[in-house]
Structures are given as structure tokens and as C-alpha cells.
Nanobody, 115 residues
Framework: QVQLVESGGGLVQAGESLRLSCVASRMPSSSNAMGWYRQAPGKQRELVARATSHGKIDYADSVKDRFTISRDNSKNTAYLEMNSLQPDDTAIYYC?????????WGRGTQVTVSS
């Protein structure tokens, strides 16, 4: 079983920044993808950013040019740098790890952006 632990969420004002971190207890495979999803109240969970072990990176259109995903494979860690945060970014942010045809989820970290 893989454990994912997120940290770095909090309450900020519009225009400010936050950095989320996600540490995986282990990597089941060297070929994998780590990502971030979010779910706002009353909305469906959506992909925010995803980075594969081969270097492919994808972003949701709503966060392009504001959010940056990165990885430190030596630490089994993924980061999400979030700049110019807006109230619409308020959500629970979940870390994911995809490997060997399975997707693992963290418990989530709350990000709240006040106007």
C-alpha cells in the first residue's frame, strides 16, 4: 500500500501564493505519474496538474501560467507552487500517484482564498 501525505494548505488572500507538498511512502514503479486534483464545494473533482516520471507535464487551463508542478524523485515528493491565487481556487487539493495501473490518493489539504 502506498501512503500519500499532503501539506502546505491554508488560508490566504487573493493574489498571494502557496506551495503544496506531497510525499509518497514508496514508489511501486519507476514509471509513474504524480499529480494534483482539487474539489471545490458542490463541484466535481478536477485535475489541476500532473507530471510523469518521463517528464510530461499537463495543467488545467484554469491554472496555466499561475501554478507549477515539480518533482523531487530522490525524495518521492511532488510540489505544487500556486501563485496569484483567486477565490475560485478554493478547494481541497488531493495528491495522486499513478503506477502499475493503479491510482493512489492522499487525504487532501484545504486551500482557502479570501477576496
Amino acid at each position: 500500500q502506498v501512503q500519500l501525505v499532503e501539506s502546505g494548505g491554508g488560508l490566504v488572500q487573493a493574489g498571494e501564493s502557496l506551495r503544496l507538498s506531497c510525499v509518497a511512502s514508496r514508489m511501486p514503479s519507476s514509471s509513474n505519474a504524480m499529480g494534483w486534483y482539487r474539489q471545490a464545494p458542490g463541484k466535481q473533482r478536477e485535475l489541476v496538474a500532473r507530471a510523469t516520471s518521463h517528464g510530461k507535464i499537463d495543467y488545467a487551463d484554469s491554472v496555466k501560467d499561475r501554478f507549477t508542478i515539480s518533482r523531487d524523485n530522490s525524495k518521492n515528493t511532488a510540489y505544487l507552487e500556486m501563485n496569484s491565487l483567486q477565490p475560485d481556487d478554493t478547494a481541497i487539493y488531493y495528491c495522486t500517484l499513478e503506477a502499475q495501473l493503479r491510482i493512489h490518493w492522499g487525504r487532501g489539504t484545504q486551500v482557502t482564498v479570501s477576496s
